[in-house]
């Protein structure tokens, strides 16, 4: 049975509150989002995330259309609809400004795979290109960072990690942060990372799915 509108509101906040305790979504930037039947859920603009209530959060359709009365959805709603559509496996989505990963997007710098943990975004980390906030154009450079992936960097802004549940596109995003403090520090000291091959990586992936790591 597909779960209720009012829990799931309830994961969003939880998820957007743990996002601010983290220091992840500094100046109320950031976003989080939820598929649900007839559309998606998604954090109102402008509302400071220790204030958020059920009630706040924004029931879109697939188009990316609110209810009339609906207060203002955040100001990405453009990328979580054009991911939603593109991505039939992905049913939840997190946006973050968090500090480390996004140093390396305003580098225009992904994220080699140099840990198996990188398993987890399905493989190196792509920073797509730069383009003005809420726009079509940033959302179709998310949908293409994210191609075969559950994280990309978005450039010059954060980063996109995708889930089939919530708490999926929270652990994606977090480990997305602590990837890019590790690749910052080999950076910072001049060493160069050694890559895990493609084939390890698929081998990390099917050991993850083994262990449910990957599922609801
Ligand atoms: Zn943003």
Known sequence: MPMPHAQICREIIAVSQALDTAGMVPNKSGNVSAR????????????????LTPGQIVALN?????????????????????IYAARPDVSAI???????ATALACAGRGIPPFHYMIALAG?????????????????????RGLEGRRATLLGNHGVMAVGVALHEAHAVAIEVENLAGEYLSMLSAGLEPLLLSDGELQNVVARFADYGRLKS
Do not use: K
């Open 36 to 51: 649900v039947a007839d559309g998606f859920l998604i954090t109102p603009a402008a509302v400071p995330y220790r204030d």
């Open 62 to 82: 697939a188009a990316g259309q609110p209810a009339p009365g609906a207060v203002r959805p955040s100001s990405e709603w453009r990328m979580h609809a054009a």
């Open 94 to 100: 997190v946006h973050t400004h968090s500090p480390r």
């Open 123 to 143: 493989g190196g980390i792509r920073c797509a290109p730069y383009a003005t906030f809420g726009t079509a154009e940033l959302a179709g450079n998310a949908v």
